[in-house]
């Protein structure tokens, strides 16, 4: 089955917090719940671009429930305030991890990490894991986490999460990647294990012209628009995490994307494919165990057995 833009539900009454929503896929993420009547909260580290993304999804003819929350996923302080102040809204249904850093010049954030990884996965882990209760209230939350096509062929480099023995920028990029999808899958078996109701639910965009292209250079400035035009727009690449985010079909588990040729383009969505080392349980839980080490921050979920 696939899932088209016209399939999305009303979300009236619903509050989403999408990350990385001022641009790109995740101002269509935004857009989309907000055309559907959801409350939508764009949690972004620019104020001033947040804003203006804000203006630009209010300007359709539909009413709109915006708002904006300080996240700067680089910075565990940043992650912890905006956790505090997201606890102010009466209830969050859905929460999807979008933000995200492509091979940028080597830098550290989080626990000393790689920036990549650090901001695609680390940041995120720890935002999931100060929400989770929150997220557990009213019967439950959707979170939905953005992986990528790029996590084929990754690896968890556990001896050099820091780059000091080496740095590829898209290899990092794979790699966080794969961490993104490993998270995911690994906190749905950990959420079905306590019986919680939050449901974890993974999506990729194929490939999509977003902002991510920027370190590029000269390159990233010519081959963006025409990733636009030949695979997927910053729309068609928002449609799996709208899908993910509402679909009623959708269930814990569940890793969705782009449903077109390699899973890079389409302009419908439906279940992608995870590699065998996405699914590999006792790889996520040693990932797991490494961010509640980087991050200090425990989401407080046993792991499941079996």
Known sequence: MTFAFSDIPDQSGKTAIVTGANTGIGLEIARGLSRKGARVILACRDGDKAKAAIDDIASGPEQSDLDFLQLDLADLASIRDAAEHAKNEKKIDILIDNAGIMIPPLSHAIGGAESQFAVNHLGHFALVGLLLDKLA??????????????????????????????????????????????????????????????????????????????????????????????????????????????????????????????????????????????????LAARLWDKSIEMTGIDPGLAPAEG
């Open 137 to 282: 209230r009213d019967g439950g939350a959707r979170i939905v986490t953005q992986s990528s096509i790029a996590h084929k062929g990754a690896k968890i480099d556990f001896d050099n999460l820091d780059a000091r023995r080496g740095y590829s920028r898209t290899k990092f990029y794979g790699q966080s990647k794969l961490a993104n999808l490993l998270f995911a899958l690994e906190l749905d078996r950990r959420l079905r294990a306590a019986n919680s109701p939050v449901v974890s639910i993974a999506c990729h965009p194929g490939v999509a012209q977003t902002e991510l292209t920027r370190h590029l250079g000269i390159m990233g400035s010519v081959f963006g628009p025409l990733i636009g035009l030949a695979l997927n727009s910053a729309a068609d690449g928002a449609l799996p995490a709208l899908q993910a985010a509402t679909d009623p079909q959708a269930e814990g588990g569940d890793y969705y994307g782009s449903w077109g040729f390699r899973e890079m383009s389409g302009k419908v969505s439906g279940k992608a494919y995870a590699t065998r080392t996405a699914r590999d349980p006792l």
